[in-house]
């Protein structure tokens, strides 16, 4: 394996290992270990950000006392090793006019291209960290401490602390490891601390607090984003604590449009998770978006000459639950809410994806 990666063309300078923008805790933790191993098999990597990382990867790097990567503005002319993304919309600026090295990842496979030989290690588990953790075995490099407990905080993070559908045994035979490396007893204690950091939205703006996990895809021509989003921790003993989460879901509506509009979207959607119902509203903005979540989530085939997306909503819940979880899901007002919460790379892109293409191909 060591003699493959010598076919790479490092060339002279430093190779930059970065992941997405909006970055969270994999795509950074990942980043900074992977740029490590390289370090050790003697390429000049350097980890790198596409901008500044969420609430809960700081509290993760205070944590462990791990410096933040700096922040890469442009990759124009740069090596890069990209780390869980392989879609330019989500990629550092000038992304496409670096060279790519290597694609380390665990979502499909993005519009990136690369005309030389790469890397490119891609595996539908949990979390890009259990990707770099393999990869360490596989070298016979050995973990520190520290990047034992970066490896662990990204997996978690990713699979929502082992509950997440994309979550497999790879994941946690990963963490067991890691855990005893790194010294770290109380994986829940870690986890309780990284989701209330999650949702400290203090001294944020609701533009903020929504750009702080969105996601950009490109479906051919068209442009959107999904952002995700948690519903803050509220005080349970005042009354109207539905209002107030309603209240927050608006405010987080309120600021789609300018988003959008800034970014030059088609559309924009949104995810949001409220935990204390264990339920997620998906929302919507731009010409006709209606028309998309209606065909993603509402529709059942025929009706209205309108079809449902490949595969229908209580099928594909119980698919990734194993058939033990029974989806719900009702409309209020203008969103959608599904009881229990549902996953954004597994569930919302691939029917938003679906729904698009097909009004894109009635339109044609
Ligand atoms: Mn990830």
Redesign the pocket.
């Known amino acids: 394996m060591r003699r493959i990666f010598e076919k790479l063309n490092w060339g002279k300078g430093v190779t930059y290992v970065i992941?997405?923008t909006a970055p969270?805790t994999?795509?950074v933790c990942?980043a900074i270990t992977y740029a490590n191993l390289m370090r050790e098999l003697g390429y000049n990597c350097k980890a790198a950000v596409a901008g500044k990382p969420n609430k809960e990867t700081q509290y993760i790097l205070e944590r462990f006392k791990v410096e933040a990567p700096q922040t890469l503005e442009d990759a124009t002319g740069c090596r890069v090793i990209l780390?869980?993304?392989s879609e330019y919309a989500q990629a550092v600026h000038g992304a496409p006019q670096a060279r790519i090295l290597q694609v380390i990842?665990?979502?499909g496979i993005g519009n990136i291209t690369e005309s030389h030989s790469v890397i490119y290690r891609s595996l539908p588990i949990?979390?890009?960290?259990t990707i770099v953790y393999q990869c360490y075995k596989e070298f016979g490099v050995g973990i520190s401490k520290e990047s034992a407990s970066l490896l662990i905080a990204?997996i978690l993070?990713?699979t929502n602390c082992f509950t997440k559908a994309s979550t497999t045994f790879i994941d946690l035979d990963a963490v067991s490891e890691l855990s005893e490396i790194a010294g770290l007893e109380d994986l829940h204690e870690l986890y309780k601390e990284m989701e209330r950091a999650t949702t400290d939205y203090s001294g944020m703006s609701d533009g903020e607090i929504f750009l702080n996990n969105m996601k950009n895809y490109s479906i051919g021509e068209i442009r959107i984003a999904i952002g995700s989003i948690d519903v803050p921790e509220m005080n349970d003993a005042e009354p109207g604590l539905d209002e107030k989460e309603m209240e927050f879901i608006d405010r987080m509506h309120a600021v789609m449009p300018q988003i959008m509009k800034e970014l030059n979207l088609d559309f924009i959607f949104a995810k949001i998770d409220n935990h204390r119902e264990n339920a997620t509203y998906i929302l919507h903005y731009g010409k006709e978006s209606d028309e998309i979540v209606k065909r993603a989530f509402i529709a059942s085939a025929g009706e209205d000459g309108v079809s449902a997306a490949e595969i229908p909503v209580e099928e594909a819940i119980d698919k990734a639950h194993e058939g033990e979880v029974h989806l719900e899901r009702k409309i209020c007002g203008e969103y959608i809410k599904f009881t229990p919460t549902v996953n954004r790379k597994f569930f919302v892109l691939p029917r938003i994806t679906e729904a698009i293409k097909q009004k894109m191909a009635n339109f044609a």
């Open positions: 992941g997405h969270d994999d795509t990942s780390m869980d993304h990842d665990h979502h949990g979390a890009t960290c990204g993070s990713d």
